[in-house]
Structures are given as structure tokens and as C-alpha cells.
């Protein structure tokens, strides 16, 4: 199927390198269906709707290894193979990729057009069309470690993927008190593979919208205009549908802490939405369920717990109040229907869960 016009590829220097591959990948030949990808975070060769795609878990600059491997993989899904990867690689006049600019507002900027703003910073970075995700995302850690890894973002300012725009996103919005920001997950079926996608959702004045990256435009950016979480998520399904994809799940997870510095981990999954075992009423009834559960948690001023484990066996520290984030689980807070989230804060995160190819 034709490729999106969801951000082009690009040819950024990561350090210690050569330009990366800037070339988009063609749509994968058919393989078998499979109900669940690869989803171990120490899966080195993860999947993208059947086709290959790699981590760099060396950090930056990359390593010879890490940066051969990705030229061999682009060699490999790119309808030119290997001509491609010399092109580019024995090119001794390519161009100078400008840096974006990180956005900055003055305290009179309203607060949609900040989005725009951070979007469009998003959108300059362009979408990694190389198969090698150059930032590794460990859903697993404290959001003050996920905002260090957003700073070095900007700072590198080489293409992301999904999962990293998310990150990214929360990062440059930390600022917006009055915005909520909470994790949207899809699952699609297409040609008999699954595909992933992660994009930040937003909720403004109780308007709700998403900030994100997609190889196509109308998977990625949506202004706070949805009236409720249900209109923003069937617009959504109806972009997938247009993509000859079909919508299976549905994940989502409670509202971001603003404070860069926190301890506490992103809830990713707080509800888990199955297509195929809801009705399309039951569908919108459990998305405006947990749109009430967000905004009670936010009256309540309770959040996700703290990661750490002592403080977890620690229920009678002094420094907890009687609207300790840990009663949360209790079953008086936790929501009647819909899948929930499992409690093991040591299961191992879904690095394949953002994933998407159309």
C-alpha cells in the first residue's frame, strides 16, 4: 500500500556515524498471523507488522555494530537494497540537516496553539524510517528518567518513532498544568499481521486530542476539539479503517504527572479495551468510564504509585497520607469493567506495543 504522508525520512548525522538511511521502508510481504508480537523488552529483533526492526541499546553515539547492523537492514527493506545504503553512505556532499528549534512560549500563549507548537517541533524531527530505533524507551522507569532521556532528544534531535514521540511530548508539555496527558495504545489487523501504535493523548478544557508521530498524517496530531474521549478514539478508528486496517485494542493509561522529577512510572494500561469482545456501545460506555476515572483521580490529587519497592511494603510510612496513590487497587477505585492493568511492577515492559506499519 502507497506510504503515509506522515513525516518523510530522514538523513540525520547520530554521532560517531555516517547519515542515517533516509529512505522509507516498503510495505512487508504477507506473513503469518500471530494473536501477539514479540513483546519482551529484551527481544533484540522486535517486529513492525512482520518485519523486522531493531533497538539501539548502546546509547549515543552508536556503536559500530549497532550502526553496521542498521545499514544491512536497510540494505534489506528497501525496494533498492543495497544501492541505497552506498548511495548514501559514499555521498560526500550531503546536505545539511537543520536542527529544530525546541518551542518555547511566553505565558500568554494559549494553550492550543502550544500544541500546535510542540506537534510541529515533532513533525521537524521526521518519522525513522531506518528500522533501528536510535533511543531505547524502558516503559519500566521513573518518569524522571524518561524526561533525562527526552532532554538528550532535543538535544540530538535525530528521527523518532512513536513510542519516542510520546516521551517527547510529555516532555515538552510538562509546563502546561492545565493540560492532562495520558498513553492511547492501538492494535490493528491488517493483511494478516498486527500493528502497534502509541500517541499521547490530551484533554484540555474538556476538549480531548493527541500529540504524536505516524508515517501517516491522520494517525499522529489531533487538536483538542473531541468533545469526549469516545469521538477521539472512533476518529482514530475511522483514520485506521481509511488505511485498510481493522481497530482490535484499545489501551489506555491515567494521567501523566507534570513533575519532570518524579519517581513515579507512567501508567501505561490502566484499561484494556478488547474490539472483539465489546459491542460498539459497550466500546464508548467503557472509554467514557475511564475518562471519569481520570478526572477522579485528578479531583482526588492521587496518581501512579511510586516504583520503588520499599516504599510499596512501606504502608505505614509517615510520609503517606490518608490519599496514598497505593488505594488505588482497592476495589472501591478500581473500574467494574474492561481489562485491567496487571499490578506486577516487575513485568517486563511492551517495547513491540507501539509499533505500526500502513
Not at 556503536?63 to 542498521?70: F, L, V
Not at 501504535?197 to 490530551?202: A, R
Not at 477521539?232 to 475511522?238: A, N, R
Not at 482526588?300 to 516504583?307: A, F, L, M, N, Q
Given at each position: 500500500m502507497p506510504m503515509p504522508g506522515g513525516g518523510g525520512a530522514a538523513a540525520r548525522r547520530p554521532p560517531g556515524g555516517e547519515a542515517a538511511a533516509a529512505a522509507p521502508a516498503p510495505a512487508p510481504a504477507p506473513a503469518p498471523a500471530r494473536e501477539e508480537e514479540q513483546e519482551e523488552e529484551g527481544e533484540e529483533d522486535l517486529r513492525d507488522g512482520g518485519v523486522p526492526f531493531f533497538v539501539n541499546r548502546g546509547g549515543l553515539p552508536v556503536?559500530?555494530?549497532?550502526?553496521?547492523?542498521?545499514w544491512r537492514h536497510v540494505a534489506r527493506i528497501h525496494p533498492e537494497g543495497e544501492r541505497v545504503a552506498q548511495r548514501i553512505r559514499g555521498a560526500s556532499d550531503l546536505p545539511k540537516i537543520p536542527i529544530p528549534s525546541v518551542p518555547a512560549f511566553q505565558p500568554s500563549t494559549p494553550i492550543p496553539e502550544r500544541l500546535?507548537?510542540?506537534?510541529?517541533?515533532?513533525?521537524?524531527?521526521?518519522?525513522?524510517h531506518t528500522g533501528t530505533q536510535f533511543f531505547e524507551i524502558k516503559k519500566s522507569r521513573p518518569l524522571t528518567g524518561l524526561m533525562d532521556l527526552a532532554k538528550e532528544m532535543t538535544k540530538e534531535a535525530l528521527p523518532i518513532k512513536c513510542l519516542e514521540a510520546v516521551i517527547l511530548g510529555i516532555y515538552l508539555t510538562n509546563n502546561m498544568t492545565t493540560l492532562d496527558r495520558f498513553p492511547i495504545s492501538f492494535k490493528t489487523h491488517f493483511s494478516g499481521n498486527y500493528f502497534r501504535?502509541?500517541?499521547?493523548?490530551?484533554n484540555f478544557g474538556g476538549r480531548y486530542g493527541a500529540l504524536g508521530i505516524s508515517r501517516r498524517e491522520e494517525l499522529m496530531y489531533k487538536a483538542p476539539v473531541f468533545r469526549t474521549l469516545s469521538e477521539?478514539?472512533?476518529?482514530?478508528?475511522?483514520a485506521y479503517r481509511r488505511c485498510w486496517h481493522t481497530l482490535k485494542k484499545v489501551k489506555l493509561g491515567h494521567c501523566v504527572s507534570h513533575d519532570p522529577h518524579s519517581v513515579e512510572q507512567i501508567e501505561w494500561k490502566h484499561s484494556i479495551l478488547d474490539l472483539d469482545k465489546l459491542s460498539r456501545e459497550d466500546f464508548r460506555k467503557d472509554l467514557e468510564r475511564h475518562a471519569r476515572d481520570m478526572r477522579l483521580k485528578i479531583g482526588?490529587?492521587?496518581?501512579?504509585?511510586?516504583?520503588t519497592k520499599d516504599r510499596k511494603k512501606d504502608v505505614s510510612s509517615p510520609q503517606?497520607?490518608?490519599?496514598?496513590?497505593?488505594?488505588?487497587?482497592?476495589?472501591?477505585?478500581?473500574?467494574?469493567?474492561?481489562?485491567?492493568?496487571?499490578?506486577?511492577?516487575?513485568?517486563m515492559p511492551d517495547l513491540n506495543g507501539y509499533q505500526i506499519r500502513v
Open positions: 556503536d559500530e555494530p549497532t550502526w553496521e547492523r542498521m500546535e507548537a510542540v506537534q510541529r517541533y515533532i513533525r521537524e524531527l521526521q518519522y525513522n501504535h502509541i500517541v499521547l493523548g490530551v477521539l478514539i472512533f476518529d482514530f478508528e475511522e482526588k490529587g492521587t496518581g501512579p504509585p511510586s516504583p503517606r497520607g490518608q490519599a496514598s496513590p497505593h488505594r488505588r487497587n482497592s476495589r472501591g477505585d478500581r473500574r467494574p469493567s474492561g481489562e485491567k492493568k496487571p499490578t506486577d511492577s516487575k513485568a
